[in-house]
């Protein structure tokens, strides 16, 4: 069984409103094993739903909507299932009842326009909503009943316009469910209507999911490594997504029943973390601090100290954002100009003159510098050119020098990073994490 989410509304077209119904639908939907195929987002024009609507049913058993059911003029979604059906919408008096119920209770007339949201195709179900007023609609799309009013354009065709009407192409057979579009009402609505009916549905069937997260090279090369893990006809499947450098493992196991589903994850994790090895850090929603945090912790008496110059506190931020890091992190140090280097970290004028502010030496400085004051075990430093002016051809824009001292020794690199200030500034603070985080493990960095 597999399945198509599209969702109803201006405001998400627009961009008005983020389409969150669909993230959670999805994640419902592989729980009992039905995959989905797309997310389509429609505005609040009755013929790009009708269109949508036939398209997407060639493609899928189930499809899913939500939006479109209020009783103003720009709500339409079930004017288009109607259309698409080639069936008249219906009054339904049970949901009726329910409506004038619903306004007694407020002492409060039913306004006349709230009579459409008890219309119905013919051939529907009502499905009830017991947290507004918005009735879901449960319906089937026959290829024999529809008929040549719906909207209907082959897939290797131009859209349809000016109202030009297109024959059905009668091929597929697709179960529709109609929910609200408040993100509220649609999950007590879907948990309580339509879940359970799409279980049964699905004989057992689950699809398990896992992320795993590394950091530190590309997209391209861990690709590579990975090797014959990422084959698209494998299952698991094995998917790589980017965000903020951190390049992510999508696991998803698609079987026949939990124990095979789990047993076959499991399976690939393994594979995955002997391909990549310490290349990943964490999984799920654990973020490079998260990791640091439970790995000082579980060295006890260890702290941290940084000393930031182009990242302007954001390192201290992200350890900072970790509840429970004043166990381990207790001083910063923001000298963005050269005088704070020297007045608050000891950084020698000879040596910002001799080798500039965005160099290993001066790095290495702040770093002991930081580790001497805060009396830390470790001291993570970074000195650097976020961009966009700043840069010269020796060192361009996106040149950072990060430092890490520990007990005994020091250490620095130099890294280009590209991309705009934001991200410089983000990979910058990653990466010293990353650093400090391959020092704890005893190895050296594959990068």
Not at 151 to 178: L, M, N, Q, T, Y
Not at 221 to 242: C, K, Y
């Amino acid at each position: 069984m597999n399945a198509i989410i599209l969702s109803i509304g201006d405001e998400l077209v627009l961009g008005q409103t983020v389409d969150t119904n669909s993230a959670w639908l999805s994640q419902k939907l592989a729980a009992i094993g039905c995959g989905v195929v797309a997310h389509v987002t429609v505005a609040d024009d009755q013929s790009a739903i009708e269109r949508a609507i036939c398209q997407a049913a060639r493609q899928c058993d189930l499809l899913l909507i939500s939006g479109g059911l209020g009783p103003t003029a720009d709500d339409l979604t079930r004017q288009a299932l109607a259309a698409v059906m080639n069936e008249p919408l219906e009054l339904n008096e049970q949901w009726l009842g329910e409506l004038e119920k619903f306004f007694a209770a407020r002492n409060r007339p039913m306004p006349e326009a709230n009579r459409i949201q008890a219309m119905i195709p013919r051939t529907a179900t009502m499905t009830f909503n017991t947290a507004g007023t918005a009735a879901g609609i449960e319906a089937a799309l026959d290829p024999k009943k529809i008929g040549s009013g719906a909207i209907f354009p082959s897939p290797h065709a131009p859209p349809a316009s000016g109202g030009e009407k297109i024959a059905p192409d009668p091929i597929f057979s697709c179960r529709v469910f109609v929910m609200p579009g408040v993100p509220r009402e649609m999950k007590i609505m879907f948990e309580r209507s339509v879940l359970p009916a799409l279980r049964e549905k699905s004989g057992g069937a689950v699809i398990f999911s896992r992320t795993l997260h590394t950091f530190g090279l590309g997209e391209s090369a861990i690709a590579e490594m990975l090797g014959d893990l990422m084959r698209r006809d494998r299952n698991p499947s094995v998917g790589t997504t980017v965000s903020g450098g951190i390049v992510s493992l999508r696991i998803n196991a698609r079987f026949g029943s939990v124990a095979e589903a789990s047993e076959q994850l499991e399976q690939t994790v393994a594979s995955s973390r002997e391909a990549l090895g310490a290349l990943i850090f964490g999984q799920e929603d654990e973020s490079l601090q998260v990791v640091i945090g439970r790995m000082l912790k579980a060295a006890p008496g260890s702290t941290v100290a940084t000393a930031e110059s182009c990242t302007g506190g954001l390192l201290g931020k992200m350890i900072t954002d970790v509840p429970g890091s004043s166990a381990y992190y207790s001083y910063g140090w923001i000298t963005y100009a050269n005088q704070a280097k020297q007045e608050l970290l000891g950084v020698q004028r000879v040596l910002l003159d001799q080798c500039g502010a965005v160099s290993e030496p001066v790095a290495l400085a702040m770093a002991n510098g930081a580790r001497d004051r805060a009396r830390s075990t470790f001291a993570l430093a970074i000195s650097g050119i976020a961009g966009p002016d700043g840069g010269t051809p020796d060192k361009p824009v996106g040149t950072v020098c990060i430092a890490l001292a520990h007990p005994g020794d020091a250490h620095a690199r130099t890294f280009l990073f590209p991309g705009d200030r934001e991200f410089i500034r983000e990979r910058s603070a990653k990466m010293a994490l990353t650093m400090l985080r391959y020092h704890l493990l005893g190895q050296k960095a594959p990068f």
